[in-house]
């Protein structure tokens, strides 16, 4: 089954850590996103790439970093520079990301500061 | 910059008719699309408006002026399944899809 697979469900982070998300998805989309959920609050936009090997910063990007080495994979790092990290994060695709598609979703990880 | 403005929160009884609306304010708007989200899942697209008027799919319909910078998700014949929070989304000259404040759906009994 085609879909997109955020790893793992739940996360926690320690004071000065860095950590990974991992985002992957075998729809063969070009574009990918990542937003940030805060209880009851929308989604907030953190870094989307559109092709492999470019990405642009969301909203929010301060503390966070991406990569885009493979179409199917795009991780996101929160840095030990996001002071205030914990969150419900989604990951996205799209068919081309022109702003007006589609966005199918991951499930989602729970980041907690420990 | 993108804003997209809804109701906080909104409530209904089983069977009845709800409307849950958006106002946004946009540069290049693209277009008004319609997200669901049961708590603690992942959002999945329910409708999208590029033109102005209605849309209709199954029990739930959305409607866009773009002259009123407006659109609403209707929502029939409700469901207890219906509870979930939605969210409308408008993509924009800059090509990433921003979303409004979400609005937590209550269906009652």
């Known amino acids: 089954d085609g879909g997109i697979t955020q790893s793992p469900k739940y996360l926690f982070r320690k004071e000065g850590q860095n950590v990974t998300l991992s985002c992957e998805q075998n729809?063969?989309?070009?574009?990918m996103y990542w937003y940030r959920q805060d209880p009851g609050q929308g989604l907030r936009l953190i870094y989307y790439s559109q092709i492999v090997n470019d990405f642009q910063k969301g909203d929010i990007a301060e503390g966070y970093s991406v990569s885009r080495e493979k179409k199917e994979s795009f991780p996101l790092t929160v840095t030990s520079a996001q002071k205030n990290p914990t969150a419900f994060y989604l990951c996205?695709?799209?068919?081309?990301?022109?702003?007006?598609?589609?966005?199918?979703f991951g499930s989602g990880t729970q980041l907690s500061v420990l | 910059g993108q804003s997209l403005e809804q109701p906080s929160e909104v409530t209904a009884v089983e069977g009845a008719i709800v409307q849950i609306n958006c106002t946004y304010q946009?540069?290049?708007?693209?277009?008004l699309s319609w997200y669901q989200q049961h708590d603690g899942g992942a959002p999945t697209f329910l409708s999208y408006n590029a033109l102005d008027g209605l849309e209709e799919t199954g029990r739930f319909s959305s409607f866009l002026s773009r002259s009123d910078s407006y659109g609403y998700l209707l929502l029939q014949e409700l469901q207890m399944k219906d509870s979930a929070s939605y969210f409308c989304?408008?993509?924009?000259?800059?090509?990433?899809?921003?979303f409004g404040t979400g609005t937590l759906l209550a269906v009652q009994p």
């Open positions: 729809l063969n989309h070009d574009a």
């Open positions: 989304a408008s993509g924009g000259a800059t090509n990433k899809l921003i």
């Open positions: 996205a695709s799209s068919i081309l990301g022109q702003g007006n598609e589609k966005l199918f």
């Open positions: 946009t540069s290049g708007f693209y277009g």
